[in-house]
């Protein structure tokens, strides 16, 4: 069986390229969210075609322009594109990256018994935030139907502002609620909740740090959309998830977020592309 020889540079390409390539797609992606589903469904689908070749091939019947290839760079590839895809769902931006497009609805179970107190970080004129309407958020513990009482009225709230909650218990079931006092909306993290059915809390892990001046504890981020899917008169909403966003600690919370259908592709794509590259190799 013959192989194609590569000379010291071309190996070195061969790892160089797709490793920059990788890092490249993940600063994209910290920045430019929808560029980076884009640009990495490209890569993505050039692993799926590899693979596919060579399910179909082994090596030495391949095409000629596949058999050329270097087995290397699409494991690295493959490989990249199966670890990227497994957190792809779960990964988050400050504020919300998909603007204009709805959140996935995330399930907030409390996973230890305390207090969970917030720190607010941005909604209107008081926080420099840019929400017009006035609102109110509330926490709801399902679980025993308490509930905390309208808090954080965004237009009157500044940076780091923090405010208890509600005592929870671990296992109990939490809804947040916003009352857009303007429009006369309730918009819930429970889709069924809010009066168009639509998710308007979008949520992510935050390490602790500065946000909009403030220092705010390790928590999750809590970013909520204040504005129907269509109100007024012909008026629809931005979904971007910057009205009224807080952040929540002293209280472990596991958060179950439905994963978004370009998680679910990519996911699909790297196991795809993992299982014709290791088929083939077993052929060669």
């Known amino acids: 069986m013959k192989h194609r020889l590569h000379s010291p540079s071309n190996m070195l390409m061969d ?83 998909n603007v204009g497009t709805i ?51 965004n237009q009157t709230t500044t940076a780091g502002t923090n405010a208890h909650f509600l005592s929870v218990n671990a296992g109990d079931v939490l809804e947040f609620k916003l009352q857009n006092f303007t429009l006369g909306a309730t918009l819930s993290s429970i889709p069924a909740d809010s009066s168009d059915g639509d998710n308007h809390v979008y949520t992510t892990s935050f390490a602790g740090g500065i946000l909009n001046g403030a220092s705010i504890p390790a928590g999750t981020y809590i970013g909520f959309e204040d504005e129907p899917a269509n109100f007024g008169s012909g008026q629809h909403s931005d979904w971007n998830y910057n009205d009224d966003t807080f952040v929540f600690q002293d209280v472990g919370t596991n958060i179950n977020t439905t994963p978004e259908p370009g998680g679910l592709y990519l996911l699909g794509s790297g196991l795809l592309s993992m299982a014709g590259l290791l088929r083939r190799k077993l052929h060669v």
Not at 47 to 76: N, Q, V, W
Not at 140 to 153: H, M
């Open 15 to 97: 790892i160089v390229f797709p490793t920059l390539y990788a890092i490249l797609c993940g600063i994209t992606y910290m920045h430019f969210r929808n560029y980076f589903i884009f640009k990495f469904k490209l890569w993505t689908l050039d692993c799926i075609i590899d693979s596919m070749i060579g399910c179909m091939f082994p090596l030495h019947a391949a095409p000629t322009f596949y058999r050329g290839e270097p087995m290397k760079i699409r494991m690295i590839s493959a490989t990249v594109a199966l670890l990227l895809s497994a957190s792809f769902a779960h990964a988050g931006v400050i504020p919300y990256g």
């Open 103 to 153: 959140a996935p609805t995330s399930m907030f179970t409390a996973t230890a018994t305390g207090n969970v107190i917030g720190e607010f970080v941005e909604g209107g004129a008081a926080s420099g935030g840019g929400a017009a309407d006035s609102d109110s958020i509330e926490l709801v513990d399902v679980t025993q139907s308490t509930n905390s009482g309208w808090l954080f009225p």
